[in-house]
Every structure is written in structure tokens, then in C-alpha cells.
């Protein structure tokens, strides 16, 4: 057996047929051993298409049709047995349905070469819909489970000889019902994660809009403060315009808002940490300070917080939000904020 991998299940005996009463256990026997040698021989020297096979669905299925004596029978793993639905009372004594359902010794060069093409090629179109072959597979799983299909371009008889030894089919069985739920889960769970990542930003962002909001107040108050004091010290003696001026002193050395830019930048990058790179990228055009007005306008800040965290008026700040926006081709109904929340 494989030492790959990809694990290749033993086959189970679920059929076989007499037409004269032979008893056919000991060649079934030998079969088997034959089996198992072929096997391992044919996936040592197939291994980089029993790989490219394997990517496309979790389930390897050997399928062995023995083609050594007249009555044919069919070896598969029990994965197979059980969703396919061959089961043994169906198919003793040589069911119609059977031998409908299975790859002919007339048919097995035929079949060999065209399905040779589909897996070395690995083409994507299906062959004609009137091809005999094509409509003889396609029976084999959509008779017992309409749900099933039969990828034939992902099918290969990897051993093809024109004695009478045994002949190794190696196909891919693919769920569809299966695989859609699969990868609906994944996609809900994909944007399940997304929002979540969305909301967490978003909450971050707020938490830091509240912060240089409270920023900007006290600012505002110091500075209210420090004009209060100025204003009174001008018609103060000499003593109280020294206190005043040690108090405007330490009021200066302690503004809150000396690093304000550099504390958001910092806290920013930590929660959006490529956003003004993809700015900077796609749109190299922006000015430093617009890829500012940006950052700021992105935490949900107005016109006149940010003119006051930057510095500079309000007519400044909505002078270079014009600006942005005309380099982003924004429309005039189209939100700036919104925009920017989406990058």
C-alpha cells in the first residue's frame, strides 16, 4: 500500500457474478493480491497525478474491474459502497443494472485513451454529450444518486493492457451537494470573521476619536485658562503678573495637545496599520498633510476637531478635504468618511 500522503483504501469484494456456477474464490483471492502489487507499482509511477487528482476532492475511490475471465466484477473501497449504493443484493446474479453500470472489455482501449487525455490535460471541457462512453459513466453514479457526478476529466484508467490482466481505474468521487454546503460554511464564516474584524476597527477607532476628543477639550481649556490669566495680569502689580507668568510658564510646558499628532499617528498605525500605505500607493498625488486630514477624517473627527488637532483653520481643513476628494474622483453626493471607512 501507499506510503504517500494520501491514503488509498483496501478494496472490498461487493460483487461478483457466475454465469455456470464457478466458484470463483480463489481467483478472487489472486485478485486481490494482484491488486494490491498493481497498486502500489501504479501509484509509485503516477504519483504526481494521483497528487493533481487529490486536490480536487478529500476521497480517492479505486474502482477494479477484473477483466480476466468472462464474469465481470467490481472492487471498491467501502466509501463507495455506501454512497453509491452498490449493494450486494442488487447486483448477484448478474443484475441488468450492474452490467449497465460498468466499463465493458470491448470498451476499455476506447475508454483508457479518452480518459488518459482528460486527466494529462486536464482539460476543462466535457466531452460530447453524446459520446457513448460519456453517457455509460455518467449512469454509473447518477442512476443510484442524482446529486453525484462523474468527473471523467478528472478520471484516468492508469493501467491499460490488452491481455487479460487486471485493470486499475483511479477516479475521483465529488459530493456536490457536499461540497456547495462546504463552501457556503466557509464563505459565512469568512464574513463572519470580517465583520467582527470590521466591528472591532471600528470600535478602536471610536475609542481613539474619543480620546483626541478629550484631547482637544482640555486643550481648549488650558488655553481658555491661559488667556483668563494673561488678561488679568495686565492690570495686576508686580507680584501677581510673576505668579501669572509662572503659571502661563507651566501651562506651556505642559500642553497637552504638544503631541497629540504623534500619539494618534502611533495608535492609528496600530489599528489600521495599511491604510496610509494603500493611500500613499494609489494614490501618490495626496500631500503629507491631506494623508493627515484623511487619517484623522477616518476616526469619525469634523472639520473643526481636526483644525484644531493640525493647528490650522477650519476653511484649511475643508479646503484640503476638496482637494482629497477630487483625487479620489468622489462625486459631490459621495461621503468622504464612508469612503475612507471602506479602504
Not at 504526481?48 to 466484477?73: G, M, Q, R, W
Not at 448477484?92 to 482528460?118: L, R, T, V, W, Y
Not at 500607493?281 to 469619525?300: Q, Y
Amino acid at each position: 500500500m501507499s506510503k504517500h500522503k494520501y491514503k488509498l483504501q483496501e478494496p472490498a469484494i461487493i460483487a461478483t457474478t457466475s454465469t455456470n456456477g464457478t466458484n470463483y474464490s480463489e481467483l478472487v483471492k489472486q485478485e486481490i493480491d494482484a491488486f494490491h502489487v498493481a497498486q502500489g507499482q501504479l501509484v509509485t509511477k503516477y504519483q504526481n497525478i494521483i497528487e493533481k487528482l487529490y486536490e480536487f476532492a478529500p476521497v480517492i475511490v479505486i474502482i477494479h474491474d477484473c477483466l480476466s475471465i468472462s464474469a465481470p466484477y467490481i472492487y471498491v473501497n467501502k466509501f463507495a459502497e455506501i454512497e453509491l449504493g452498490y449493494k450486494p443484493n442488487i447486483l448477484i446474479n448478474g443484475g441488468n443494472e450492474f452490467f449497465d453500470s460498468i466499463i465493458h472489455n470491448e470498451d476499455i482501449d476506447e475508454a483508457s485513451i479518452k480518459q488518459s487525455e482528460f486527466i494529462y490535460n486536464l482539460q476543462e471541457e466535457k466531452p460530447d454529450k453524446g459520446d457513448k462512453l460519456y453517457l455509460e459513466h455518467s449512469f454509473r453514479l447518477k442512476h443510484y444518486k442524482g446529486y453525484y457526478l462523474w468527473f471523467n476529466r478528472r478520471t484516468s484508467l492508469l493501467s491499460r493492457k490488452t491481455d487479460n490482466s487486471p485493470h486499475l481505474l483511479l477516479s475521483i468521487l465529488n459530493n456536490i451537494n457536499d461540497s456547495v454546503k462546504l463552501q457556503q460554511e466557509k464563505q459565512k464564516r469568512m464574513a463572519l470573521e470580517i465583520s467582527m474584524l470590521k466591528q472591532k476597527v471600528k470600535m478602536q477607532n471610536e475609542k481613539l476619536q474619543t480620546q483626541l476628543l478629550v484631547s482637544i477639550e482640555f486643550t481648549k481649556f488650558v488655553e481658555g485658562i491661559s488667556k483668563f490669566i494673561t488678561n488679568i495680569s495686565k492690570n495686576e502689580g508686580q507680584k501677581e503678573k510673576e505668579l501669572s507668568r509662572n503659571i502661563l510658564n507651566y501651562l506651556s510646558k505642559n500642553k497637552p495637545d504638544t503631541n497629540v499628532w504623534e500619539e494618534f499617528t502611533q495608535r492609528f498605525h496600530e489599528i489600521n496599520p495599511n491604510f496610509v500605505t494603500f493611500l500613499s500607493s494609489n494614490f501618490p498625488n495626496l500631500t503629507p498633510t491631506e494623508i493627515k486630514v484623511c487619517s484623522l477624517t477616518k476616526t469619525g473627527l469634523n472639520s473643526k476637531d481636526i483644525a484644531t488637532i493640525l493647528r490650522v483653520s477650519v476653511r484649511s481643513i475643508e479646503n484640503h478635504k476638496y482637494n482629497i476628494r477630487k483625487k479620489f474622483g468622489l462625486d459631490s453626493y459621495q461621503n468622504l468618511y464612508n469612503y475612507l471607512n471602506v479602504l
